[in-house]
């Protein structure tokens, strides 16, 4: 399964569009009942219907390409009537028979498309919208700018087989598609025509830097390297500072660090070529001054420092528990940056060095990149900036794609679409190390943005600072647009901090910013501080289940734990 690989064309131009499913809720009645389409080339040539088979007709009369925003939810209600209507699925999108179709889903679940052959012989590729522009459609219109934005509906409102769609069902599904349809023709405008907004990151940068020049700097290393290397790879901090956290605090602010990830690739010294392999502890030289290595130690953490070591895959901790103390000895990769971090915020027992790898380094791998992308950012407004935006901090992650690519295939099971894991699928890296290193700089700098202001800290996600003060902190570069620095975000006047990826802030004019990772935006804005108590549950948390017809969205409940 890889997202990037490119889709077999017909001989003859695919007409493009955006779609998109209202479905049931029920899953004993699970269904379409209204499709929207709507042409890329002409966004308000807008068509709807109330069959499924009546939008596979259409979309089968020539070669097309069709854009869902998650096609997850409705591709699972096509993938149903094709398994229904005599359809086999293969594994080669090269040579499909008539009555076929093919699927690119990873061993997570994700989609990233639903590729056609129909009975008359004509092609269709399904493809989900939401790995091009990863945000909500209801944000994307309001980024786009679009003149008009996405409506409101009943989800829940029963409607019988054959329901026609009243004038108000109707302009909500006008509006979904064609703000699709809006926001892809810009996308498309930009050549952006992979499967995922970072491999169009990815192609863009090859284009500006050389793709032979890519090449010798950037090389395929062994399969056995990259996995070693791989393992010092780590995501953004995020952590609740536990002296402030449970309890309602007073007044504060809020900062983000201006365009972090392409702030570190612009100013940072990076990883390029061949490593050289050292053993013992890590020798950086002259001409090899970035290492990665594996450390076997036990760690404690200094007074009134904030805990920054995870680790994962652990039976003692948990993936995302930021630790205060590794009682047993423990082996991690490391790079030299996150290493210098630890040693500031923890007393360390070293036991062994197990050596690792060097890395030439150099300044200025991206700048023609990162120089055009802000340009353009900095005097646009609307689609072209976002797109920008997403060309800016899309291209880092691509770096660090992992190899492994082995994907699902769907099956039929009582009627039931259902998925097992394919055959084991990779595909050569591209250079781990530059995303190691990359994201090792950005925790780099929260980490110590934090600890400067270690008194007034009370949380911190990735580019983020919430700090329970009101007064300006000198430490910090603060600037509101210039990259790199810290702009202001907010005041609020109180705040929550529950634990990471949850919190709730309360903002001078009372209005709230919540976060609660996992409950639906719309839940989760309706609560007060009072609503947060140990062992409440809130209803609103959504699990799709796929169910005989398609998939349907389940209420859970979701129990706080303090």
């Not at 097309?64 to 999108?93: C, E, P, R």
């Not at 790199?484 to 529950?498: N, P, Q, S």
């Not at 639906?520 to 108590?533: C, Q, Y």
């Amino acid at each position: 399964m890889s997202s990037g690989r490119k889709v077999s064309k017909s001989k003859t131009r695919r007409i493009e569009y955006a779609a998109d499913f209202e479905t049931t809720t029920n899953a004993n009645d699970c269904r379409v009942w209204l499709w929207g389409l709507a042409s890329l080339d002409n966004p308000d040539d807008y068509e709807q219907g109330v069959h499924i088979h009546d939008f596979m007709d259409r979309v089968a009369e020539t070669n097309t390409v069709v854009s869902f925003h998650n096609l997850s939810h409705d591709g699972t209600f096509i993938m149903d009537w094709l398994f229904k209507n005599g359809y086999h699925h293969v594994a080669d999108n090269k040579r499909m028979p008539f009555q076929s179709f093919t699927t690119l889903i990873s061993n997570t679940g994700k989609f990233y498309s639903i590729t056609i052959r129909w009975k008359n012989g004509t092609n269709c590729e399904l493809r989900d919208s939401l790995k091009k522009v990863p945000m909500s459609l209801k944000r994307a219109a309001e980024a786009f700018k679009l003149a008009e934005l996405k409506g409101e509906l009943d989800y829940h409102l029963y409607r019988e087989v054959g329901h026609l769609p009243t004038p108000e069902e109707s302009d909500y599904m006008r509006r979904d598609t064609t703000i699709l349809a809006h926001i892809m023709a810009q996308v498309r405008a930009q050549g952006m025509t992979r499967l995922t907004v970072a491999s169009d990151s990815m192609a863009e940068y090859k284009e500006l830097f050389g793709k032979t020049r890519f090449q010798k700097m950037f090389p395929v290393l062994s399969e056995a390297m990259d996995a070693e290397i791989r393992q010092a790879y780590r995501g953004g901090y995020t952590y609740a500072s536990e002296r402030f956290k449970h309890r309602v605090m007073r007044s504060g602010m809020v900062f983000d660090v201006n365009s972090l990830y392409p702030a570190v690739m612009y100013n940072e010294l990076l990883p390029y070529g061949q490593p050289e392999w050292f053993s013992g502890p890590p020798r950086p030289t002259k001409s090899h001054p970035l290492v990665i290595f594996s450390v076997e130690f036990t760690a404690t953490l200094k007074p009134d420092h904030i805990p920054i070591i995870q680790i994962k895959k652990s039976s003692v901790f948990h993936d995302s528990e930021y630790i205060k103390e590794v009682k047993e000895p423990t082996i991690m990769h490391v790079t030299d940056i996150d290493w210098k971090l630890y040693n500031e915020h923890y007393d360390i027992t070293v036991y062994s060095y197990g050596g690792g790898w060097r890395f030439k380094a150099m300044h200025g791998l991206f700048k023609e990149y990162i120089d055009k992308w802000s340009k353009i950012k900095a005097e646009s407004t609307g689609g072209l900036r976002e797109i920008a935006k997403l060309h800016l901090n899309s291209l880092y992650g691509k770096f660090a794609s992992n190899p492994n690519v082995t994907g699902k295939i769907p099956y039929l099971d009582g009627g039931v679409v259902k998925y097992r894991m394919g055959p084991q699928e990779t595909r050569p890296p591209v250079y781990t190390a530059m995303g190691v290193f990359i994201t090792s700089y950005a925790r780099n700098i929260t980490i110590r943005a934090a600890q400067t202001n270690y008194h007034t800290f009370a949380y911190a996600d990735t580019d983020s600072l919430h700090l329970l003060t009101l007064e300006r902190p000198t430490e910090l570069d603060v600037h509101p647009h210039r990259m790199g620095a810290w702009k202001l975000e907010y005041t609020f006047r109180h705040a929550l901090y529950v634990r990471a990826k949850f919190y709730l802030e309360q903002l001078r004019d009372g209005s709230m910013v919540v976060k609660i990772a996992g409950m639906p935006e719309a839940e989760s804005a309706k609560l007060k501080f009072a609503d947060i108590t140990d062992g409440r549950k809130l209803e609103g948390k959504l699990r799709p289940k796929n169910v005989p017809g398609g998939r349907v969205l389940l209420d859970e409940s979701f129990t706080i734990k303090l």
